[in-house]
């Protein structure tokens, strides 16, 4: 089996250094392993899999803090000073959960 390149992507995760590597093709049939017991094919399907869920949550995650940092706090701070209505605040809020919406 051919193995793409979430599932390499997942693979450097699980150890430091140089630990696989391909001979040839990026087959599993051609990855050595050194040094640990070689993952089997569903291992390694199903930490890509999550693996690709757990990085796409910290994406939602990091343009959701950035959103907030420069759209909701603003405005927060405006309706402490009586500049801007709370529903406001609350209102952008919402629009930056609709605009970022965490994975099912």
């Known amino acids: 089996m051919k193995l793409r ?8 995760t699980l150890h ?18 050194e040094g ?12 890509a899999k ?7 949550l910290q994406q939602v995650e990091t343009n959701r803090r950035s959103a907030y940092r ?6 927060f701070l405006k309706w402490q000073r009586g500049e801007a209505t709370e529903q406001e605040w609350l209102d952008k809020i919402e629009e930056i959960k609709d605009r970022f919406p965490k994975p099912e």
């Open 5 to 12: 390149q979430k599932h390499i992507d997942y693979l450097v």
């Open 16 to 33: 430091c250094g140089q630990w696989f590597g391909f001979e040839g093709e990026r087959t599993y049939e051609n990855m050595w392993v």
């Open 36 to 47: 640990y017991d070689k993952p089997s094919l569903v291992q390694i399907e199903e930490g």
């Open 50 to 56: 999550k693996h690709s869920e757990e990085a796409k």
């Open 70 to 75: 420069n759209e909701s706090d603003p405005l």
